[in-house]
C-alpha cells in the first residue's frame, strides 16, 4: 500500500467502518456509485449510508449535478482570472442564506476555518480561539501530535450545549477572545438557551461567533443551523453538501468582517475553479427546487425512529441513537461491537457506519429506511448471537 496510512481521508479507512483486518468479503474501495448505491472492488452493490462523510446530499452522480460539471469542463476548467460562474455562485448564495454578505470560496472545510480565524484575528486583534466540535485537522483547531504548544495554547474548546460554561468561559477569557466557532448539532440539537448564550456573549466581550456548518449546511436546513434554530452568525462556513461532494467549501459573513481580506492573505490556486462552482450552482437550484431539507427531514426521522427501536430492542448492544434525523448513527456500549455489526451489515448489502454519523440524502427512499432497519436488526441479532 503506496498510500500512507492506507487512505487520503481518515475516516473513509475500511478499518474505521469494520475494525482491522483484511477480509475480501467486505469492501475496501470503491469502484461506482449512484443515487444511494456504492459498488466496490468486486462489483457488489450496497445501499450507502456513508454517502462520502455526509458530503452527498443529493445523491451520488445527481444527474443536474453532473450535467453542469460536463458543461464547466467543456468550458475548459480554471483560467488565469476568476470564473464568471464565482460571482454568481456567492449572489445566489447571498440571496439563500442572506447573512453571507460576502463570501470567499475554498476547497475544504478546514480551510474554510482557518480562514474565518484569520479574520476573526484581523478584525478583533486579538488571537484566542474557542471551539465546539470537530473543525478540521490543521493546527488552528487540532490538538493532534505534531501541533506545537504554543499553538495550542491559542484554542480551547466548549462543552456543546453547556450554556453556563459557556458564559462562564467566554467572560472568563474576553478580552483575549477573538471567535468563538461552533458546531451548530453534536450528536443532538442546540439548545436556545446555548446559542442565546453564545450569541450574547461574544457580542458582550466583542468576539465573533461562527457557526461551522460543514456538516449541517445543505442538510438541517440549507443555511444549516443559523437558519434551522434562527440565530445569525458573525462568519459561517459551509463544505460538504455545498457542491455535492466535489470539492468545494465557502466561508462567509458580515462584510465588515469579511472585509478583513485585504488586510491579510487568504489565497488557494484552485478556490474558485468553475468545476466545483458549476455542482454548486446545480445543487443549490436542486435545493430550492425539490425542497431537499424535507425529504432529508421524512426519510431521517424513519432512521432515526427505527434506530431508536434498535436500541431498545438491543440494549445489551446498544446506548442510543445519537443525532437529528438528517444525521444520526447507533452507539454501541463497545466499539468492537459497532465493527461486528457493520460487517455483518455489509456482507448483507448495507453499508452503515458504527461511529458518527450515517447521512441520509435526497436519493433514500422510505424503502430504503426499512431495509436498512431490517439488515440493522439482523446484523445485531448476529452480533449478540
Ligand atoms: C463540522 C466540520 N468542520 C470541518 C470539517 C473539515 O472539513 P474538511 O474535511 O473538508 O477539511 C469537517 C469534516 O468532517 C466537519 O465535519
Known amino acids: 500500500m503506496t498510500i500512507a496510512g492506507g487512505s487520503s481521508t481518515g475516516s473513509k479507512r475500511p478499518a474505521s467502518w469494520f475494525g482491522a483486518g483484511d477480509d475480501p468479503a467486505l469492501p475496501a474501495t470503491v469502484a461506482w456509485c449512484g443515487g444511494a448505491r456504492v459498488r466496490d472492488q468486486a462489483g457488489r452493490e450496497y445501499l450507502d449510508f456513508g454517502m462520502s462523510l455526509g458530503a452527498v446530499v443529493l445523491g451520488y452522480g445527481h444527474p443536474a449535478v453532473t450535467a453542469a460539471v460536463r458543461a464547466a469542463i467543456d468550458h475548459g476548467g480554471p483560467g488565469p482570472f476568476p470564473a464568471e460562474s464565482e460571482a454568481a455562485l456567492a449572489e445566489e448564495l447571498a440571496a439563500a442564506i442572506p447573512w453571507l454578505e460576502r463570501v470567499r470560496f475554498l476547497k475544504t472545510g478546514a480551510e474554510a476555518i482557518a480562514a474565518a480565524i484569520r479574520l476573526a484575528r484581523v478584525h478583533t486583534g486579538r488571537d484566542l480561539v474557542i471551539g465546539c466540535g470537530y473543525h478540521g485537522w490543521l493546527d488552528g483547531t487540532s490538538d493532534a501530535t505534531g501541533v506545537p504548544a504554543a499553538v495550542r495554547g491559542l484554542y480551547r474548546t466548549i462543552p456543546f450545549n453547556d450554556e453556563t460554561a459557556a458564559r462562564t468561559i467566554i467572560r472568563e477569557h474576553g478580552n483575549a477572545l477573538a471567535i468563538v466557532i461552533v458546531e451548530p448539532v453534536?450528536?443532538?440539537?442546540?439548545?436556545?438557551?446555548?446559542?442565546?448564550?453564545?450569541?450574547?456573549?461574544?457580542?458582550?466581550?466583542?468576539?465573533?461567533?461562527?457557526?461551522?456548518?460543514?456538516?449541517?449546511?445543505?442538510?438541517?436546513?440549507?443555511?444549516?443551523?443559523?437558519?434551522?434554530?434562527?440565530?445569525?452568525?458573525?462568519?459561517?462556513?459551509?463544505?460538504?453538501?455545498?457542491?455535492?461532494?466535489?470539492?468545494?467549501?465557502?466561508?462567509?459573513?458580515?462584510?465588515?468582517?469579511?472585509?478583513?481580506?485585504?488586510?491579510?492573505?487568504?489565497?488557494?490556486?484552485?478556490?474558485?475553479?468553475?468545476?466545483?462552482?458549476?455542482?454548486?450552482?446545480?445543487?443549490?437550484?436542486?435545493?430550492?427546487?425539490?425542497?431537499?431539507?424535507?425529504?432529508?427531514?421524512?426519510?431521517?426521522d424513519r432512521l432515526q425512529g427505527g434506530l431508536r427501536a434498535l436500541a431498545r430492542r438491543f440494549p445489551d448492544l446498544v446506548t442510543g441513537a445519537p443525532g437529528v434525523p438528517e444525521m444520526c448513527y447507533l452507539r454501541y456500549h463497545a466499539v468492537e461491537t459497532g465493527q461486528r455489526v457493520a460487517r455483518a451489515a455489509a456482507r448483507r448489502g448495507l453499508l452503515f457506519k458504527p461511529t458518527g454519523y450515517d447521512f441520509v440524502s435526497l436519493a433514500h427512499s422510505a424503502a430504503d429506511i426499512d431495509r436498512a432497519i431490517d439488515i440493522l436488526g439482523e446484523s445485531l441479532s448476529e452480533a449478540r448471537g
Do not use: C, Q
Open 186 to 300: 453534536v450528536d443532538g440539537p442546540p439548545s436556545a438557551g446555548w446559542l442565546a448564550a453564545l450569541r450574547e456573549e461574544t457580542s458582550r466581550v466583542g468576539a465573533l461567533l461562527a457557526f461551522d456548518e460543514i456538516k449541517t449546511g445543505f442538510r438541517v436546513a440549507l443555511g444549516g443551523g443559523a437558519e434551522r434554530w434562527g440565530v445569525v452568525p458573525d462568519l459561517a462556513a459551509y463544505g460538504k453538501g455545498l457542491a455535492n461532494g466535489f470539492p468545494l467549501a465557502v466561508l462567509g459573513g458580515r462584510a465588515d468582517v469579511m472585509a478583513g481580506v485585504d488586510r491579510t492573505w487568504i489565497s488557494s490556486t484552485l478556490a474558485g475553479e468553475p468545476i466545483a462552482v458549476a455542482a454548486a450552482r446545480a445543487t443549490l437550484a436542486i435545493f430550492v427546487r425539490d425542497a431537499v431539507p424535507d425529504h432529508l427531514a421524512a426519510v431521517g
